[in-house]
């Protein structure tokens, strides 16, 4: 499975982006597919989870009740629609694809799949 995510970009605090996922690969949907983020400095962390079939979701905390993921099998894509955006927000957003997504990484190589990230800049 190869990913690449897009939508990235500047948005001020309040705002929204939608960032897409295209993923290549007949196997896509038997994989849980989840968006991560790195913010300078920091470690990269968990933002959301969909399951291979759409069945099921699970948020980080911080983005709860603002951040909405989806997925579209027919298409081989997942979204994150990203609402109510602040500026701690700012960080590189990484999708990412496995039989299981952990919620919490030491290192990339707990994921087997990841696509280059994309920038999402909000300022205040």
């Known amino acids: 499975v190869q990913l690449q995510a897009s939508g990235g970009g500047l948005v001020q605090a309040g705002g929204s982006l939608r960032l897409s996922c295209a993923a290549s690969g007949r196997t896509f949907s038997y994989y849980d597919m989840g968006w991560f983020r790195q913010a300078p400095g920091k470690e990269r962390e968990f933002v959301a989870v969909v399951s291979w079939n759409g069945g099921s979701t699970d948020y980080a905390d911080s983005v709860k009740g603002r951040f909405t993921i989806s997925r579209d099998n027919a298409k081989n894509t997942v979204y994150l629609q990203m609402n109510s955006l602040k500026p701690e927000d700012t960080a590189v957003y990484y999708c990412?694809?496995?039989?299981?997504?952990?919620?919490?990484?030491?290192?990339?190589?707990?994921?087997?799949?990841w696509g280059k990230g994309t920038l999402v800049t909000v300022s205040s």
């Open positions: 990412a694809a496995d039989r299981s997504l952990p919620r919490v990484i030491r290192s990339t190589n707990d994921i087997r799949y």
